[in-house]
C-alpha cells in the first residue's frame, strides 16, 4: 500500500465545511471527509509548525520541550523549535529500510533549511523557495515600492515589516495563478506522483505552507469572501493583541486568509484528481492535516500568541483515508494528536512502530477497535505555555502553572468566560495531573 500524506500549515477547524462552517468554500476537503474517518476532536501536541512537524515526523512527543536551545540567531526563538534530535528516527527512514520510495515536497520556509534534517530518509525531496523571510531574490525599487499596499503594525511591527520586504521581493512579478506557492506545492507534488507510480510502493508528503500568513491571494479568491475594501491590505497579523487593528480591517484579514484557504482547496481537489487519475486511490492510504489555527480578534488577539490557547489555535483538522473505503464518512471524537501520524501509517502497513515512538496507531478506529491508550485527556505546549482539556474542562497557563485560565466546554464551547478564578482546584488539578503527568514532572525553563 502506497501512503500520502497532505500537510496544511495554519488550517483552522471552524474553516472548513467538512467541520460545520457553511459560508467558506472547501469543495475538495468535504469531498475527501466524506471518503475519510474524520477527527472531530484533533490537537497538536506542540505548537507552531516545526515543533508540530517534529512530532509528525517522528511519533515522538516534542512537548515538554527538554533540551532546547537556539540554534542560531536567525532561528526562531520558541522553545521546541529545533532539528529532530539524531536519535530519534524518522517515518520516511523507517519505510526506507522497507523498501519504500519516498518523495517531500513543501515551500514550508524552515524545513529546506539543512540543520533542521526534515528531509533524512526521503530519495527524492523539492523545497520550494520565497514564503515569508526566506533570503531567495534581492530587494528592488519596484518590490519595496509594494510595502505602500501592506498594513504593518501592531506589537511585531519590526519583524512583519522586514519579513514583508523580503517577501515583496520574493513574489515580484508573479502573474498566473500557478506562479503563486499553492499551486506550486500541489503542481510539483502531481509531478512526484507521476515519478513515484513506476516506483511503488512510494510514501508522498505534500507539506503547503498557505493559508500561513502573509495572505496575498488572488482577487478572484478574496472577492468571495469581501468586496469595497480600500486601504492597505492586512497581510500579515503581527502575533499580539489585536487593538491595533480596526473591525472593517479584521474582517479584511480574515476575507484574505478565507480566500488562501479556497485557493488550497482549491489545489488540493486538482492534486486528488491527478491521485485518482493514475489509478492510485485503489492502493494509497492518505492522511490530511493541519498543524495549528490562526487568530483573528477573537479573545483580542491576532495571530498565534502563546497565551491565548483558544480554539482558533489549537483546533485542526485531521483526516484518514482507506483504500478500502473503511469509515467513510465515519467520525471519532478521540484525541487524535500529530504525533499519531507515524505510528498510523505504520499500523496501516503493518509495521510495527519502534520504540520511543508514543504516538497511537489510529488504523484500528477504522475497524470498530480503541487505540491501545484511552485518552480521557489531552494535553499541549506552545513555547512558555501549557494547553489541557477532558471532556468538560478546557485549561491552559503558563509553564509553571501560573496565569491559569478555565473554560466549561459544556457551557462555553468557544470558550469565552474564564472560571479559573472561581474554581481554581480544577485548573490545578488539570495542570498536575494532565501536563505534568504527560510530561513526565516539572516543565523545563529556558
Known amino acids: 500500500m502506497n501512503v500520502i500524506l497532505v500537510i496544511v500549515d495554519t488550517l483552522r477547524r ?10 467558506i468554500k472547501t469543495p475538495s476537503l468535504d469531498a475527501l ?38 540554534w542560531s540567531e536567525d532561528d526562531v526563538g520558541l522553545w521546541g523549535w529545533q532539528p529532530i534530535p539524531k536519535y530519534q528516527r524518522t517515518l520516511a527512514e523507517i519505510l526506507q529500510d522497507e523498501g519504500y520510495y519516498n518523495l517531500f515536497v513543501t515551500d514550508t520556509l524552515h524545513q529546506f533549511r539543512p540543520f533542521y534534517d526534515f528531509h533524512r530518509g526521503f530519495q527524492a525531496f523539492h523545497f520550494i523557495r520565497g514564503q515569508e523571510r526566506d ?4 530587494r528592488t525599487p519596484a518590490s519595496e ?28 512579478g508573479r502573474e498566473r495563478e500557478e506562479d503563486w506557492f499553492t499551486p506550486q506545492v500541489f503542481m510539483k507534488g502531481m509531478e512526484f506522483l507521476e515519478a513515484a507510480r513506476e516506483e511503488q510502493p512510494f510514501f508522498l508528503v505534500v507539506d503547503n505552507y498557505d493559508p500561513h500568513e502573509p495572505w496575498d491571494p488572488p482577487e478572484k479568491y478574496v472577492s468571495l ?21 480596526t473591525g472593517r480591517q479584521l474582517e479584511r484579514m480574515q476575507a484574505l486568509y478565507s480566500a488562501e484557504v479556497t485557493m488550497m482547496d482549491r489545489w488540493l481537489g486538482n492534486f486528488l484528481d491527478r491521485v485518482h487519475g493514475l489509478g492510485l486511490l485503489e492502493n494509497t492510504l492518505l492522511l490530511f492535516l493541519s498543524d495549528h489555527g490562526h487568530a483573528f480578534g477573537e479573545h483580542g488577539y491576532a495571530g498565534k500568541v502563546p497565551a491565548a490557547l483558544y480554539p482558533e489555535l489549537t483546533d485542526i483538522t485531521f483526516l484518514i483515508r482507506h483504500p478500502t473505503g473503511k469509515m467513510a464518512g465515519g467520525t471519532s471524537d478521540y484525541f487524535a494528536s500529530t504525533h499519531d501520524v507515524a505510528p498510523t501509517i505504520l499500523g496501516a502497513l503493518g509495521i510495527e512502530p519502534p520504540p520511543p515512538m508514543e504516538g497511537q496507531d489510529l488504523t484500528v478506529l477504522l475497524d470498530g477497535g480503541e487505540p491501545e491508550q484511552p485518552r480521557a485527556h489531552f494535553s499541549a505546549g506552545y513555547h512558555d505555555h501549557v494547553w489541557s482539556r477532558d471532556e468538560r474542562y478546557a485549561m491552559f497557563a503558563r509553564y509553571d502553572g501560573a496565569e491559569a485560565k478555565l473554560f466549561d466546554l459544556n457551557e462555553d464551547p468557544d470558550m469565552d468566560h474564564d472560571i479559573a478564578g472561581s474554581n481554581p482546584d480544577v485548573a490545578k488539578r488539570m495542570f498536575r495531573d494532565y501536563v505534568l503527568a504527560d510530561a513526565g514532572g516539572p516543565l523545563p525553563s529556558y
Not at 474553516?15 to 460545520?20: E, I, K, R, S, W
Open 33 to 70: 471527509a466524506k471518503e475519510s474517518l474524520r477527527f472531530t476532536r484533533p490537537y497538536p501536541e506542540a505548537i507552531p509548525s516545526i515543533p508540530a512537524r517534529r512530532g509528525i515526523h517522528t511519533g515522538i512527543r516534542t512537548f515538554p520541550f527538554r533540551n532546547w536551545e537556539k
Open 145 to 172: 515600492a509594494k510595502m505602500d499596499q501592506a498594513l504593518i503594525g501592531g506589537p511585531s511591527a519590526a519583524h512583519a515589516e522586514e519579513i514583508m520586504r523580503q517577501y515583496f521581493a520574493n513574489t515580484l
Open 225 to 245: 469572501y469581501d468586496e469595497g475594501y480600500s486601504g492597505p491590505e492586512p497581510v500579515t497579523s503581527s502575533s499580539g493583541p489585536s487593538d491595533w487593528l
Open 14 to 23: 471552524d474553516h472548513v465545511g467538512a467541520y460545520g462552517n457553511d459560508w
Open 135 to 138: 533570503f531567495f531574490r534581492p
